[in-house]
Protein backbone atom coordinates (compact mmCIF):
# COMPACT_ATOMS: atom_id res chain seq x y z
CA UNK A 1 0.00 0.00 0.00
CA UNK A 2 2.70 2.14 0.67
CA UNK A 3 4.85 1.50 -2.34
CA UNK A 4 1.11 1.83 -4.36
CA UNK A 5 0.83 5.31 -2.64
CA UNK A 6 4.54 6.65 -3.38
CA UNK A 7 4.33 5.62 -6.97
CA UNK A 8 0.82 8.14 -7.20
CA UNK A 9 3.01 10.59 -5.74
CA UNK A 10 5.68 10.25 -8.19
CA UNK A 11 3.14 10.22 -10.68
CA UNK A 12 0.94 13.30 -9.66
CA UNK A 13 3.95 15.44 -8.98
CA UNK A 14 5.46 14.58 -12.17
CA UNK A 15 2.11 15.73 -14.01
CA UNK A 16 1.83 18.18 -12.03
CA UNK A 17 5.16 19.99 -13.26
CA UNK A 18 4.86 19.06 -16.72
CA UNK A 19 1.00 19.93 -16.94
CA UNK A 20 1.93 23.55 -15.62
CA UNK A 21 5.28 23.96 -17.73
CA UNK A 22 2.47 23.20 -20.91
CA UNK A 23 0.10 25.68 -19.23
CA UNK A 24 2.62 28.66 -18.71
CA UNK A 25 4.18 27.91 -21.77
CA UNK A 26 0.53 28.69 -23.82
CA UNK A 27 -0.46 31.99 -21.75
CA UNK A 28 0.44 35.34 -21.47
CA UNK A 29 4.31 34.89 -19.64
CA UNK A 30 5.32 32.73 -22.48
CA UNK A 31 8.04 34.52 -23.24
CA UNK A 32 9.37 35.65 -20.16
CA UNK A 33 8.99 31.98 -18.88
CA UNK A 34 11.00 31.07 -21.92
CA UNK A 35 13.64 34.01 -21.50
CA UNK A 36 13.91 32.49 -17.60
CA UNK A 37 14.42 29.13 -18.96
CA UNK A 38 17.37 30.13 -21.31
CA UNK A 39 18.66 32.37 -18.92
CA UNK A 40 18.91 29.71 -15.97
CA UNK A 41 19.73 26.81 -18.38
CA UNK A 42 16.74 24.87 -17.06
CA UNK A 43 14.73 22.60 -19.19
CA UNK A 44 11.17 20.78 -18.52
CA UNK A 45 9.70 17.33 -20.31
CA UNK A 46 7.79 14.37 -19.10
CA UNK A 47 9.22 13.07 -16.26
CA UNK A 48 12.44 15.06 -15.80
CA UNK A 49 14.01 18.71 -15.20
CA UNK A 50 17.80 19.13 -16.81
CA UNK A 51 19.95 22.25 -15.93
CA UNK A 52 22.73 22.78 -18.75
CA UNK A 53 25.43 25.83 -18.79
CA UNK A 54 28.46 26.66 -19.93
CA UNK A 55 29.71 28.06 -17.49
CA UNK A 56 31.82 25.41 -16.07
CA UNK A 57 34.08 25.13 -19.44
CA UNK A 58 36.74 27.04 -17.26
CA UNK A 59 36.96 25.59 -14.54
CA UNK A 60 37.36 22.63 -17.02
CA UNK A 61 40.50 23.82 -18.97
CA UNK A 62 42.00 25.16 -15.29
CA UNK A 63 41.51 21.53 -14.09
CA UNK A 64 43.12 19.87 -17.14
CA UNK A 65 45.90 21.75 -17.09
CA UNK A 66 46.88 21.05 -13.79
CA UNK A 67 49.95 18.94 -13.37
CA UNK A 68 49.78 17.69 -17.33
CA UNK A 69 52.24 14.97 -17.45
CA UNK A 70 50.72 13.55 -14.64
CA UNK A 71 47.22 13.58 -15.88
CA UNK A 72 48.45 11.82 -19.08
CA UNK A 73 49.71 8.63 -16.84
CA UNK A 74 46.60 8.79 -15.24
CA UNK A 75 43.93 8.83 -18.38
CA UNK A 76 46.17 6.17 -19.88
CA UNK A 77 45.98 3.95 -16.80
CA UNK A 78 41.54 4.31 -17.18
CA UNK A 79 42.09 3.14 -20.49
CA UNK A 80 44.11 -0.31 -18.98
CA UNK A 81 41.97 -0.05 -16.38
CA UNK A 82 38.63 0.05 -18.81
CA UNK A 83 40.43 -3.27 -20.83
CA UNK A 84 40.53 -5.30 -17.99
CA UNK A 85 36.75 -4.02 -16.70
CA UNK A 86 35.40 -4.75 -19.90
CA UNK A 87 36.10 -8.65 -19.70
CA UNK A 88 35.01 -8.69 -16.05
CA UNK A 89 31.64 -7.15 -16.68
CA UNK A 90 31.19 -9.39 -19.36
CA UNK A 91 31.83 -12.41 -17.83
CA UNK A 92 29.80 -11.29 -14.64
CA UNK A 93 26.69 -10.88 -16.73
CA UNK A 94 27.27 -13.97 -18.57
CA UNK A 95 27.58 -15.95 -14.77
CA UNK A 96 24.46 -13.69 -13.42
CA UNK A 97 22.10 -14.72 -16.18
CA UNK A 98 23.27 -18.45 -15.98
CA UNK A 99 22.65 -18.19 -12.17
CA UNK A 100 19.05 -16.28 -12.63
CA UNK A 101 17.90 -18.88 -15.37
CA UNK A 102 19.03 -22.21 -12.77
CA UNK A 103 17.26 -20.43 -9.96
CA UNK A 104 14.03 -20.01 -12.13
CA UNK A 105 13.74 -23.79 -11.62
CA UNK A 106 14.72 -24.16 -8.25
CA UNK A 107 12.51 -24.10 -4.63
CA UNK A 108 12.79 -20.66 -3.06
CA UNK A 109 14.98 -22.25 -0.29
CA UNK A 110 17.00 -23.44 -2.92
CA UNK A 111 18.33 -20.18 -4.91
CA UNK A 112 21.72 -18.46 -4.91
CA UNK A 113 21.58 -14.38 -4.08
CA UNK A 114 22.34 -12.36 -7.02
CA UNK A 115 25.22 -10.76 -7.68
CA UNK A 116 23.52 -7.74 -9.65
CA UNK A 117 20.17 -6.25 -8.54
CA UNK A 118 18.41 -3.20 -9.45
CA UNK A 119 17.67 -1.09 -6.95
CA UNK A 120 13.67 0.07 -6.62
CA UNK A 121 12.56 2.50 -3.60
CA UNK A 122 10.43 0.99 -1.31
CA UNK A 123 10.99 -2.44 -2.77
CA UNK A 124 14.73 -2.56 -1.92
CA UNK A 125 15.44 0.45 -1.09
CA UNK A 126 14.13 2.19 2.37
CA UNK A 127 12.32 5.43 1.55
CA UNK A 128 14.54 6.74 4.37
CA UNK A 129 17.76 6.22 2.30
CA UNK A 130 16.85 7.87 -0.11
CA UNK A 131 18.93 11.13 -0.02
CA UNK A 132 21.93 8.97 0.69
CA UNK A 133 20.51 6.88 -2.80
CA UNK A 134 20.22 10.38 -4.39
CA UNK A 135 23.22 11.90 -3.03
CA UNK A 136 25.66 9.33 -4.01
CA UNK A 137 24.30 8.63 -7.84
CA UNK A 138 24.57 12.19 -8.46
CA UNK A 139 28.05 12.50 -7.24
CA UNK A 140 29.40 9.57 -9.14
CA UNK A 141 27.56 11.19 -12.07
CA UNK A 142 29.22 14.32 -11.56
CA UNK A 143 32.77 12.74 -11.30
CA UNK A 144 32.07 10.64 -13.94
CA UNK A 145 31.43 13.35 -16.86
CA UNK A 146 34.00 15.59 -14.82
CA UNK A 147 36.85 12.79 -16.05
CA UNK A 148 35.36 12.81 -19.75
CA UNK A 149 35.49 16.47 -19.43
CA UNK A 150 38.58 17.11 -18.19
CA UNK A 151 40.21 14.02 -20.76
CA UNK A 152 38.48 15.71 -23.63
CA UNK A 153 40.07 19.05 -23.00
CA UNK A 154 43.51 17.44 -22.44
CA UNK A 155 42.98 15.85 -26.20
CA UNK A 156 41.72 19.12 -27.80
CA UNK A 157 38.04 18.41 -28.18
CA UNK A 158 35.76 20.85 -26.96
CA UNK A 159 33.85 20.58 -24.36
CA UNK A 160 30.23 22.46 -25.06
CA UNK A 161 28.74 22.72 -22.01
CA UNK A 162 27.88 20.26 -18.77
CA UNK A 163 24.37 19.26 -17.43
CA UNK A 164 22.35 17.92 -14.52
CA UNK A 165 19.00 16.10 -14.55
CA UNK A 166 16.72 14.57 -12.85
CA UNK A 167 15.04 11.92 -14.34
CA UNK A 168 11.51 10.72 -11.91
CA UNK A 169 13.78 10.02 -9.01
CA UNK A 170 17.23 9.31 -10.35
CA UNK A 171 19.45 12.05 -10.65
CA UNK A 172 22.30 12.13 -13.15
CA UNK A 173 24.86 14.30 -15.20
CA UNK A 174 26.37 14.76 -18.83
CA UNK A 175 28.83 16.47 -20.67
CA UNK A 176 28.13 18.15 -24.49
CA UNK A 177 31.48 17.46 -26.53
CA UNK A 178 31.90 18.60 -30.06
CA UNK A 179 30.84 15.54 -32.06
CA UNK A 180 33.55 17.14 -34.75
CA UNK A 181 36.41 17.18 -32.71
CA UNK A 182 35.92 14.06 -31.31
CA UNK A 183 35.61 12.66 -35.04
CA UNK A 184 39.09 14.42 -35.83
CA UNK A 185 41.18 12.90 -32.98
CA UNK A 186 42.98 9.33 -32.90
CA UNK A 187 41.44 6.47 -31.57
CA UNK A 188 43.73 6.38 -29.02
CA UNK A 189 42.82 10.14 -27.64
CA UNK A 190 39.07 8.61 -27.92
CA UNK A 191 39.78 5.84 -25.54
CA UNK A 192 41.57 7.86 -22.86
CA UNK A 193 38.30 10.30 -23.24
CA UNK A 194 35.84 7.59 -23.70
CA UNK A 195 37.36 5.18 -20.77
CA UNK A 196 37.95 8.48 -18.19
CA UNK A 197 34.38 8.01 -16.98
CA UNK A 198 34.38 4.68 -15.56
CA UNK A 199 37.97 4.84 -14.23
CA UNK A 200 37.00 8.04 -11.98
CA UNK A 201 34.02 5.74 -11.10
CA UNK A 202 36.74 2.87 -9.97
CA UNK A 203 39.03 5.12 -8.24
CA UNK A 204 36.14 6.73 -6.25
CA UNK A 205 35.18 3.28 -4.77
CA UNK A 206 38.61 2.76 -3.75
CA UNK A 207 38.42 6.34 -1.82
CA UNK A 208 35.28 5.43 -0.55
CA UNK A 209 36.48 1.72 0.94
CA UNK A 210 39.64 3.59 2.13
CA UNK A 211 37.23 6.07 4.02
CA UNK A 212 35.23 3.39 5.61
CA UNK A 213 38.26 1.33 6.75
CA UNK A 214 39.86 4.65 8.53
CA UNK A 215 36.57 5.88 9.78
CA UNK A 216 37.40 5.14 13.32
CA UNK A 217 41.04 6.63 12.95
CA UNK A 218 39.63 9.75 11.38
CA UNK A 219 36.78 10.65 13.81
CA UNK A 220 38.97 9.48 16.69
CA UNK A 221 39.41 13.29 18.20
CA UNK A 222 35.68 13.06 18.22
CA UNK A 223 34.34 9.85 18.82
CA UNK A 224 35.74 6.56 21.27
CA UNK A 225 35.01 3.31 20.14
CA UNK A 226 35.41 -0.18 21.68
CA UNK A 227 33.98 0.50 24.88
CA UNK A 228 29.94 0.54 24.29
CA UNK A 229 27.22 0.34 21.68
CA UNK A 230 25.41 3.87 21.71
CA UNK A 231 21.99 4.09 21.33
CA UNK A 232 21.30 6.32 18.12
CA UNK A 233 17.66 5.41 17.16
CA UNK A 234 14.20 4.24 18.68
CA UNK A 235 11.05 3.16 17.37
CA UNK A 236 8.12 5.05 20.08
CA UNK A 237 5.74 2.73 21.38
CA UNK A 238 7.86 -0.33 21.21
CA UNK A 239 8.68 -2.54 24.34
CA UNK A 240 12.46 -1.31 24.03
CA UNK A 241 11.15 2.47 24.41
CA UNK A 242 10.17 4.30 27.09
CA UNK A 243 10.86 5.29 30.67
CA UNK A 244 11.98 1.91 31.54
CA UNK A 245 13.32 1.13 28.36
CA UNK A 246 16.73 2.26 26.50
CA UNK A 247 16.92 6.19 25.66
CA UNK A 248 19.37 7.81 23.40
CA UNK A 249 22.34 7.98 23.86
CA UNK A 250 22.53 5.19 26.12
CA UNK A 251 25.39 3.14 26.31
CA UNK A 252 25.24 -0.34 26.52
CA UNK A 253 27.94 -2.87 27.89
CA UNK A 254 26.40 -6.33 28.46
CA UNK A 255 23.14 -8.10 27.46
CA UNK A 256 23.08 -10.62 30.48
CA UNK A 257 26.48 -12.77 30.31
CA UNK A 258 27.28 -11.42 26.71
CA UNK A 259 29.28 -8.26 26.85
CA UNK A 260 28.87 -5.52 24.20
CA UNK A 261 31.87 -3.19 22.99
CA UNK A 262 30.29 -2.55 19.72
CA UNK A 263 27.59 -2.29 17.23
CA UNK A 264 28.86 -5.73 15.61
CA UNK A 265 28.81 -7.35 19.43
CA UNK A 266 25.22 -5.75 19.77
CA UNK A 267 23.96 -7.82 16.69
CA UNK A 268 26.12 -11.07 17.30
CA UNK A 269 24.72 -10.73 21.01
CA UNK A 270 21.48 -10.68 19.90
CA UNK A 271 21.63 -13.78 17.73
CA UNK A 272 23.35 -15.76 20.27
CA UNK A 273 20.94 -15.13 22.49
CA UNK A 274 18.46 -16.44 19.12
CA UNK A 275 20.37 -19.31 18.99
CA UNK A 276 20.48 -20.74 22.19
CA UNK A 277 18.48 -22.01 25.38
CA UNK A 278 16.74 -20.15 27.81
CA UNK A 279 19.17 -18.69 30.05
CA UNK A 280 18.57 -19.21 34.03
CA UNK A 281 19.02 -16.73 37.08
CA UNK A 282 20.62 -17.71 40.34
CA UNK A 283 18.61 -17.58 43.55
CA UNK A 284 18.97 -19.29 46.82
CA UNK A 285 16.30 -21.08 48.14
CA UNK A 286 15.64 -18.84 50.81
CA UNK A 287 15.08 -15.85 48.21
CA UNK A 288 12.74 -18.26 46.38
CA UNK A 289 10.33 -19.03 49.43
CA UNK A 290 10.61 -15.05 50.78
CA UNK A 291 9.38 -13.90 47.31
CA UNK A 292 7.15 -16.80 46.11
CA UNK A 293 4.02 -15.69 45.49
CA UNK A 294 2.73 -18.84 43.14
CA UNK A 295 -0.51 -19.96 42.74
CA UNK A 296 -2.07 -23.18 41.04
CA UNK A 297 -0.01 -24.29 38.12
CA UNK A 298 -1.91 -24.19 34.80
CA UNK A 299 -0.90 -23.93 31.27
CA UNK A 300 -2.01 -21.47 28.81
CA UNK A 301 -4.08 -21.39 25.46
CA UNK A 302 -0.16 -21.35 24.02
CA UNK A 303 1.25 -24.33 25.82
CA UNK A 304 3.42 -21.86 28.57
CA UNK A 305 3.20 -23.20 32.12
CA UNK A 306 1.76 -19.77 34.24
CA UNK A 307 2.10 -19.65 37.96
CA UNK A 308 1.65 -15.90 39.01
CA UNK A 309 -1.69 -14.04 39.37
CA UNK A 310 -1.71 -11.80 36.62
CA UNK A 311 -4.62 -10.02 37.56
CA UNK A 312 -2.97 -8.40 40.44
CA UNK A 313 0.67 -7.99 39.65
CA UNK A 314 2.72 -7.16 36.36
CA UNK A 315 5.66 -6.84 38.13
CA UNK A 316 6.20 -10.86 39.11
CA UNK A 317 6.99 -13.70 36.34
CA UNK A 318 6.77 -17.96 37.01
CA UNK A 319 9.70 -19.54 36.73
CA UNK A 320 10.84 -22.98 36.90
CA UNK A 321 13.93 -24.83 38.65
CA UNK A 322 15.09 -28.19 39.54
CA UNK A 323 16.89 -29.18 43.11
CA UNK A 324 18.90 -31.81 41.29
CA UNK A 325 19.20 -33.39 37.26
CA UNK A 326 16.65 -36.39 38.16
CA UNK A 327 14.18 -34.00 40.37
CA UNK A 328 10.98 -32.79 39.34
CA UNK A 329 10.82 -29.43 38.13
CA UNK A 330 9.53 -26.80 40.27
CA UNK A 331 7.55 -23.22 39.65
CA UNK A 332 7.86 -20.05 41.60
CA UNK A 333 6.25 -16.69 41.27
CA UNK A 334 8.71 -14.02 41.50
CA UNK A 335 9.39 -10.44 41.33
CA UNK A 336 10.71 -10.47 37.77
CA UNK A 337 13.21 -7.74 38.24
CA UNK A 338 14.52 -9.03 41.53
CA UNK A 339 14.88 -12.35 39.77
CA UNK A 340 16.88 -11.10 36.74
CA UNK A 341 19.48 -9.41 38.86
CA UNK A 342 21.19 -12.64 39.86
CA UNK A 343 24.29 -13.78 38.02
CA UNK A 344 23.22 -15.85 34.37
CA UNK A 345 23.40 -19.37 34.94
CA UNK A 346 22.52 -22.34 32.80
CA UNK A 347 22.61 -25.47 35.28
CA UNK A 348 22.34 -25.01 39.48
CA UNK A 349 26.07 -25.78 39.32
CA UNK A 350 26.69 -22.72 37.14
CA UNK A 351 25.47 -20.85 40.69
CA UNK A 352 28.39 -21.94 42.72
CA UNK A 353 31.15 -20.90 40.67
CA UNK A 354 33.20 -17.99 41.92
CA UNK A 355 32.58 -16.11 38.50
CA UNK A 356 29.47 -15.00 40.10
CA UNK A 357 30.71 -12.49 42.24
CA UNK A 358 26.92 -12.12 43.62
CA UNK A 359 27.38 -15.74 44.73
CA UNK A 360 30.59 -16.86 44.78
CA UNK A 361 29.16 -18.32 48.48
CA UNK A 362 26.64 -21.29 48.44
CA UNK A 363 23.75 -19.76 50.91
CA UNK A 364 22.82 -22.61 53.18
CA UNK A 365 19.53 -24.01 51.85
CA UNK A 366 21.03 -24.45 48.28
CA UNK A 367 20.80 -22.11 45.32
CA UNK A 368 19.11 -23.11 41.83
CA UNK A 369 18.91 -21.59 38.43
CA UNK A 370 15.65 -20.52 37.53
CA UNK A 371 14.45 -20.43 34.12
CA UNK A 372 11.59 -17.60 32.63
CA UNK A 373 9.06 -19.91 32.26
CA UNK A 374 8.35 -18.62 28.58
CA UNK A 375 7.68 -19.76 24.57
CA UNK A 376 10.50 -20.45 22.76
CA UNK A 377 10.64 -16.87 21.01
CA UNK A 378 9.85 -14.88 24.16
CA UNK A 379 13.73 -13.65 26.25
CA UNK A 380 13.72 -12.31 29.89
CA UNK A 381 17.19 -10.28 28.94
CA UNK A 382 19.01 -7.86 31.20
CA UNK A 383 20.52 -4.86 29.05
CA UNK A 384 23.08 -3.34 30.90
CA UNK A 385 23.25 0.92 29.36
CA UNK A 386 25.01 2.60 31.98
CA UNK A 387 22.02 3.62 34.20
CA UNK A 388 20.20 2.37 37.09
CA UNK A 389 18.93 -0.16 37.01
CA UNK A 390 19.37 -2.06 34.35
CA UNK A 391 17.00 -2.39 31.83
CA UNK A 392 15.09 -5.53 31.70
CA UNK A 393 13.55 -6.81 28.00
CA UNK A 394 10.89 -9.57 28.00
CA UNK A 395 10.33 -10.24 24.60
CA UNK A 396 11.89 -11.28 21.37
CA UNK A 397 15.15 -10.28 20.78
CA UNK A 398 14.47 -9.11 17.65
CA UNK A 399 12.60 -6.17 18.81
CA UNK A 400 15.70 -5.01 20.37
CA UNK A 401 17.51 -5.83 16.92
CA UNK A 402 14.69 -3.77 14.16
CA UNK A 403 13.51 -1.54 17.36
CA UNK A 404 16.59 -0.01 18.51
CA UNK A 405 19.43 1.63 16.04
CA UNK A 406 22.94 1.43 17.34
CA UNK A 407 26.56 2.94 16.95
CA UNK A 408 29.83 1.74 17.89
CA UNK A 409 31.10 5.75 17.99
CA UNK A 410 30.71 7.15 21.46
CA UNK A 411 30.79 10.91 21.28
CA UNK A 412 33.50 12.88 23.06
CA UNK A 413 31.56 15.66 23.52
CA UNK A 414 27.74 16.06 24.42
CA UNK A 415 27.21 18.78 21.17
CA UNK A 416 28.20 15.89 18.48
CA UNK A 417 25.14 13.81 16.82
CA UNK A 418 25.04 10.74 17.91
CA UNK A 419 24.25 9.47 13.82
CA UNK A 420 26.88 11.35 12.66
CA UNK A 421 29.55 8.47 12.30
CA UNK A 422 26.46 6.20 11.06
CA UNK A 423 25.27 8.48 8.05
CA UNK A 424 29.20 8.87 6.84
CA UNK A 425 29.60 5.10 6.70
CA UNK A 426 26.39 4.80 5.39
CA UNK A 427 27.28 7.30 2.80
CA UNK A 428 30.60 5.72 1.98
CA UNK A 429 28.48 1.93 1.58
CA UNK A 430 26.53 3.31 -1.18
CA UNK A 431 29.33 5.23 -2.84
CA UNK A 432 30.86 2.12 -3.22
CA UNK A 433 28.21 0.23 -4.64
CA UNK A 434 26.48 2.39 -6.54
CA UNK A 435 29.94 4.19 -8.19
CA UNK A 436 31.28 0.13 -8.28
CA UNK A 437 27.80 -0.61 -9.81
CA UNK A 438 28.00 2.58 -12.74
CA UNK A 439 31.59 1.27 -13.46
CA UNK A 440 30.89 -1.71 -14.41
CA UNK A 441 27.69 -1.56 -16.16
CA UNK A 442 29.09 1.07 -18.17
CA UNK A 443 31.73 -0.68 -19.20
CA UNK A 444 29.80 -3.31 -20.91
CA UNK A 445 29.71 -2.76 -24.93
CA UNK A 446 26.05 -2.11 -24.81
CA UNK A 447 24.14 0.54 -26.80
CA UNK A 448 24.17 3.98 -25.17
CA UNK A 449 26.57 3.35 -22.38
CA UNK A 450 30.23 3.88 -22.56
CA UNK A 451 30.98 0.90 -23.28
CA UNK A 452 29.36 1.03 -27.04
CA UNK A 453 32.18 3.94 -27.71
CA UNK A 454 35.09 2.24 -25.73
CA UNK A 455 34.41 -0.98 -28.28
CA UNK A 456 34.39 1.28 -31.67
CA UNK A 457 37.37 3.11 -30.57
CA UNK A 458 39.00 -0.27 -29.34
CA UNK A 459 38.12 -1.72 -33.11
CA UNK A 460 39.74 1.20 -35.01
CA UNK A 461 42.96 0.80 -32.71
CA UNK A 462 43.38 -2.77 -32.73
CA UNK A 463 42.02 -3.46 -36.28
CA UNK A 464 42.58 -0.75 -38.20
CA UNK A 465 45.09 -2.81 -40.36
CA UNK A 466 43.15 -6.18 -40.44
CA UNK A 467 39.85 -4.29 -41.35
CA UNK A 468 41.02 -0.93 -43.72
CA UNK A 469 37.34 -0.47 -44.57
CA UNK A 470 35.74 1.75 -42.22
CA UNK A 471 32.03 -0.20 -42.49
CA UNK A 472 34.05 -3.62 -41.48
CA UNK A 473 34.71 -2.38 -38.70
CA UNK A 474 31.85 0.00 -38.01
CA UNK A 475 29.88 -3.52 -38.54
CA UNK A 476 31.75 -5.39 -35.99
CA UNK A 477 31.67 -2.68 -33.23
CA UNK A 478 28.20 -2.66 -33.97
CA UNK A 479 27.66 -6.86 -34.17
CA UNK A 480 29.04 -6.78 -30.17
CA UNK A 481 27.28 -3.96 -29.11
CA UNK A 482 24.44 -5.76 -30.23
CA UNK A 483 25.35 -8.75 -27.95
CA UNK A 484 26.41 -6.66 -25.22
CA UNK A 485 23.00 -4.97 -25.05
CA UNK A 486 21.00 -8.55 -25.38
CA UNK A 487 23.28 -9.91 -22.82
CA UNK A 488 22.63 -6.93 -20.16
CA UNK A 489 18.89 -6.21 -21.08
CA UNK A 490 18.05 -10.04 -20.68
CA UNK A 491 20.09 -9.61 -16.86
CA UNK A 492 18.23 -6.54 -16.07
CA UNK A 493 14.45 -8.22 -17.24
CA UNK A 494 15.53 -10.74 -15.10
CA UNK A 495 16.91 -9.24 -12.54
CA UNK A 496 13.58 -7.26 -12.17
CA UNK A 497 11.15 -9.96 -12.87
CA UNK A 498 12.59 -11.93 -9.74
CA UNK A 499 12.36 -8.63 -7.70
CA UNK A 500 8.96 -7.60 -8.51
CA UNK A 501 6.98 -10.93 -9.06
CA UNK A 502 9.16 -13.36 -6.93
Known amino acids: MIQLSAVALLFLFW???????????????????????????????????????AGLNRT????????????????SAGVWFAYVAMVGSIVLLVGTLVQ?????TRAPEERTQQILVPVMPGVNLPWNHMVYFAATLLLAGVLHELGHAIAAIREQVRVNGFGIFCFVIYPGAFVDLSTEHLDSVSAKQKLRIFCAGVWHNFVLVLLALVLLMCMPFLLLPLYSTGQAAVVTGLVEGTAVSGPRGLL???????????????????EQCILGILHTPHRGFCQSADQI????????????????????????????????YRHSNLSSQNHACLPARRTAS?????????????GHHKLSQPWPHGVYCLFPALDNNTR??????GRDPPMLFLGNPWELYYHAKVSSYMPRFNFLPLELPEVLETFCKYLISLSGALAVLNVVPCHALDGQWILSALVDLQLGKLLPNRRDRDAVAALVSLLGTVLLGANIALALWSLVFR
Open 15 to 53: GAVYAADILILSSSYSRRYERFLHHTGLSVSLGQVRWYT
Open 380 to 385: LLRVSQ
Open 289 to 320: EHFNTAVKVHKTAHGVVECCNTNTSLSELCFS
Open 342 to 354: GAVCRTNSDCLTP
Open 100 to 104: GVRNL
Open 248 to 266: LGDHVTRMDDCPIRSKEDW
Open 60 to 75: FVRLASWQSPWQRAWF
